[in-house]
């Protein structure tokens, strides 16, 4: 499976909202999570597989200290129709992207 883009760049609300759904009939591997700060302030980021809530944040209010890049890589598989989703403290100040594989099964 060649490794793509899945979401982004593009900058993340402050109410959480779905930045990646997998296809039917598709496992989608996550391998690499990226988000920028290119302010002066610090900026906190969530992230969760499935809707968001407490048991499946995999970053619950993480702080990114100012000018600073978060690099996240893991091996996180989707089933179909399964998310991800994300919001941030600041709205649209982070920029998030998602790398991964998607295969069909």
Do not use: Q, W
Not at 63 to 83: Q, T
């Amino acid at each position: 499976m060649p490794l793509k883009r899945l979401h982004g760049p593009a900058l993340v609300s402050l109410a959480s909202a779905t930045k990646y759904t997998c296809p039917a009939a598709t496992r989608a591997i996550i391998r690499h999570i990226h988000v920028s700060n290119t302010t002066a302030g610090i900026v906190t980021f969530t992230l969760s597989i499935g809707a968001d809530a407490a048991a499946v944040r995999l970053f619950d209010g993480y702080s990114i200290a100012a000018g600073a890049i978060l690099d996240h890589f893991g091996l996180y598989v989707l089933a179909a129709a399964e998310i991800i989703a994300a919001n941030a403290g600041t709205t649209n100040i982070l920029t998030l992207t998602i790398d991964g594989e998607e295969e069909l099964v």
